[in-house]
């Protein structure tokens, strides 16, 4: 028997995944001795690119494939074609007629095939993941595999404001998990993996959101010399101050805030008066209707 204690990120292995993420779910469901169950997966895609589930759905589990782009889910079904998995082309909401529940509850597997349990639900839209785990009511699905945003530190509680795309702290989505009976189990760089306390407890063993055992992302913050600085967070990570910097998801990239030559604990009067001039004259060039309502974060 696999010691509670081991660390489930010695299983990451993609078979279709991005980051490891389907060979931890299979340590998982090892260890809960489910060789056949029930999944969800909402924000599909095609049911195979970066999918968390694919390796399930090519292994006899049965469920539901959830896309609510028009294109993908064309895709989708082309893909997916065994008669125990259902596709469904929905945006999932929080309320009104597309919730989850709605969704799974008025599906053909839960009328026709009496399909009822949800050993894992996997949780995938890069904007209200959370508000749509805390709408869920009629299922308790024994596995949650959440995407969350790895650029914000983790004492910092935040939820996605609702239809936006900024993406959910792993610190507000560990204390819902908390507090409705889950316990985290592993992660990878930008997925929390949660199981059910109730049937968990003699397989693994619960990490808190801070364990250094866990890696939740980059962490960007200034020196006193006016340095960004790029760390990764979990112990031993080095850390950078690279001259061009990528913006996570966007691809775009930006210079460090302070020229080189600007980066020093103290500057005399004239560089000091030479770089906030510059400062300056870079935002009014770049950004002049910013620049205009001078409106700074302090």
Same mark, same amino acid.
């Given at each position: 028997?696999?010691?509670?204690?081991?660390?489930?990120?010695?299983?990451?292995?993609?078979?279709?995944?991005?980051?490891?993420?389907?060979?931890?779910?299979?340590?998982?469901?090892?260890?809960?001795?489910?060789?056949?169950?029930?999944?969800?997966?909402?924000?599909?895609?095609?049911?195979?690119?970066?999918?968390?589930?694919?390796?399930?759905?090519?292994?006899?589990?049965?469920?539901?494939?959830?896309?609510?782009?028009?294109?993908?889910?064309?895709?989708?079904?082309?893909?997916?074609?065994?008669?125990?998995?259902?596709?469904?082309?929905?945006?999932?909401?929080?309320?009104?007629?597309?919730?989850?529940?709605?969704?799974?509850?008025?599906?053909?597997?839960? %009328?026709?095939?009496?399909?009822?349990?949800?050993?894992? *639900?996997? =949780? &995938?839209?890069? $904007?209200?993941? +959370?508000?749509?785990?805390?709408?869920?009511?009629?299922?308790?699905?024994?596995?949650?595999?959440?995407?969350?945003?790895?650029?914000?530190?983790?004492?910092?509680?935040?939820?996605?404001?609702?239809?936006?795309?900024?993406?959910?702290?792993?610190?507000?989505?560990?204390?819902?998990?908390?507090?409705?009976?889950?316990?985290?189990?592993?992660?990878?760089?930008?997925?929390?993996?949660?199981?059910? %306390?109730?049937?968990?407890?003699?397989?693994?063993?619960? *990490?808190? =959101? &801070?364990?250094? $055992?866990?890696? +939740?992302?980059?962490?960007?913050?200034?020196?006193?010399?006016?340095?960004?600085?790029?760390?990764?967070?979990?112990?031993?990570?080095?850390?950078?101050?690279?001259?061009?910097?990528?913006?996570?998801?966007?691809?775009?990239?930006?210079?460090?805030?302070?020229?080189?030559?600007?980066?020093?604990?103290?500057?005399?009067?004239?560089?000091?008066?030479?770089?906030?001039?510059?400062?300056?004259?870079?935002?009014?060039?770049?950004?002049?209707?910013?620049?205009?309502?001078?409106?700074?974060?302090?």
């Amino acid at each position: 028997m696999t010691a509670p204690n081991e660390l489930l990120s010695s299983y990451a292995n993609n078979a279709f995944s991005q980051a490891g993420e389907d060979g931890i779910l299979r340590e998982i469901f090892a260890r809960l001795k489910i060789d056949k169950g029930t999944f969800c997966e909402f924000g599909a895609w095609d049911g195979q690119f970066l999918s968390n589930t694919h390796y399930f759905y090519k292994n006899g589990w049965s469920g539901w494939y959830i896309e609510g782009d028009r294109s993908r889910y064309e895709d989708l079904k082309r893909n997916i074609t065994e008669p125990n998995i259902e596709n469904i082309c929905a945006f999932i909401t929080r309320s009104g007629a597309d919730t989850l529940d709605k969704l799974l509850v008025n599906s053909k597997l839960y %009328k026709e095939k009496n399909v009822r349990e949800l050993d894992l *639900l996997s =949780i &995938d839209i890069d $904007s209200d993941d +959370l508000a749509i785990w805390k709408s869920v009511k009629e299922f308790r699905p024994k596995v949650v595999i959440i995407e969350f945003n790895p650029t914000i530190p983790i004492d910092v509680f935040f939820e996605n404001p609702l239809g936006e795309f900024k993406g959910n702290s792993a610190r507000s989505i560990y204390e819902h998990a908390q507090s409705i009976g889950y316990g985290l189990v592993a992660n990878t760089r930008c997925n929390l993996i949660f199981v059910d %306390k109730s049937i968990g407890a003699a397989h693994f063993t619960f *990490l808190e =959101i &801070d364990d250094p $055992s866990l890696t +939740l992302g980059d962490r960007y913050f200034f020196g006193y010399d006016g340095s960004l600085i790029v760390q990764q967070t979990g112990n031993g990570a080095e850390h950078s101050v690279p001259e061009l910097i990528r913006v996570p998801w966007s691809g775009m990239r930006f210079a460090q805030p302070v020229d080189r030559i600007f980066r020093k604990t103290s500057l005399n009067r004239p560089l000091r008066r030479l770089s906030h001039f510059l400062s300056k004259l870079r935002i009014a060039l770049l950004h002049p209707l910013i620049f205009l309502t001078r409106k700074t974060y302090k």
